[in-house]
């Protein structure tokens, strides 16, 4: 497994909160639920000037790799299982926020549809692959506390040129 929290080397990746000219970017390594990765080579590229510090939510708040897929039902982080894994992704929240406070990264790049870190959306909370328009736990947390937040599947070059990256 890999340490919630480490700065960025050129084999390794997560989701990334850079220091200087970017932020906090999901680019993958074993991280996801299934014990897989999202590695995202756009990313890697668009970002290999910037100082980037590795952190997963999910991991900073005490859940393994890979760990049962979970989704907010009725504002309750519970995995599909039926278990709450509520207090995990809310403290791994709060831990990214700490972090983000300290580094004041220009922007933050999540991960599409996760509950911890969806932007623009997330699954249900049915386990049937439904999609709705709200944010996951780390992505709410971060904008109602003033970051910049983009979701990595809007990540291109002209979306960093917008945000002056």
């Not at 970002?47 to 590795?54: A, Q």
């Not at 506390?145 to 990595?152: K, L, T």
């Amino acid at each position: 497994m890999p340490p919630p929290s480490r700065r960025l080397n050129d084999k390794s990746l997560n989701q990334i909160l850079t220091a200087s000219k970017s932020s906090l970017v999901t680019a993958g390594e074993i991280s996801n639920n299934n014990g897989g990765n999202n590695i995202n080579r756009k990313i890697l590229e668009l970002l290999s000037k910037s100082e980037v510090i590795l952190v997963c939510p999910e991991v900073m708040g005490g859940l393994p790799t890979p760990r049962i897929p979970a989704e907010i039902v009725d504002d309750t982080v519970i995995n599909k299982d039926g278990i709450s894994v509520d207090m995990e992704y809310r403290r791994g929240a709060e831990q990214t926020l700490r972090i983000a406070e300290r580094e004041k990264p220009d922007i933050i790049i999540l991960q599409s549809r996760s509950p911890s870190c969806g932007v623009n959306q997330r699954y249900d909370g049915t386990f049937t692959g439904k999609l709705i328009d709200e944010p996951g736990v780390t992505a709410e947390l971060l904008i109602k506390n003033g970051f910049r937040v983009i979701d990595i599947e809007d990540l291109n070059e002209e979306s960093l040129k917008i945000w002056e990256i």
